[in-house]
Nanobody
Framework: QVQLVESGGGSVQAGGSLSLSCTTS???????MGWFRQAPGKEREGVAA???????SYSDSVKGRFTASRDNGKNTLTLQMNGLKPEDTAMYYC??????????????????WGQGTQVTVSS
């Protein structure tokens, strides 16, 4: 069973920054890794996806504020979040799609998910 563990969530005031990390027990090459979030009463939405070559894709709502990066040697994923807004408040999840060459932040293409880490932004 593949395990993913997120860390780094917390509470911050608007305009602040947080950095999320995700470690995975998957030991083989992972083509696509991503970050998603879900606020209470809302559907899970894609935040960012990053391919094995480092190519990134972001949702319009976070573009220019969030940066995804990965360490292929360790199969770890990071999300640097700057300029946080109250509407960024959500549970954040990392996910991996080991065999997917087309890497986009769409929940349906991802195979394994973490349990999530809470991010709360106050105004």
């Amino acid at each position: 069973q593949v395990q993913l563990v997120e860390s780094g969530g917390g509470s911050v005031q608007a305009g602040g920054s947080l950095s999320l990390s995700c470690t995975t027990s998957y030991t083989y090459n992972i083509e696509c890794m991503g970050w998603f979030r879900q606020a209470p009463g809302k559907e899970r939405e894609g935040v960012a996806a990053i391919g094995h070559d480092g190519t990134t894709s972001y949702s319009d709502s976070v573009k220019g504020r969030f940066t995804a990066s990965r360490d292929n040697g360790k199969n770890t994923l990071t999300l640097q979040m700057n300029g946080l807004k109250p509407e960024d408040t959500a549970m954040y999840y990392c996910a991996v799609a080991p065999g997917k060459l087309r890497c986009h932040p769409r929940p349906d293409i991802f195979d394994y998910w973490g349990q999530g880490t809470q991010v709360t932004v106050s105004s």
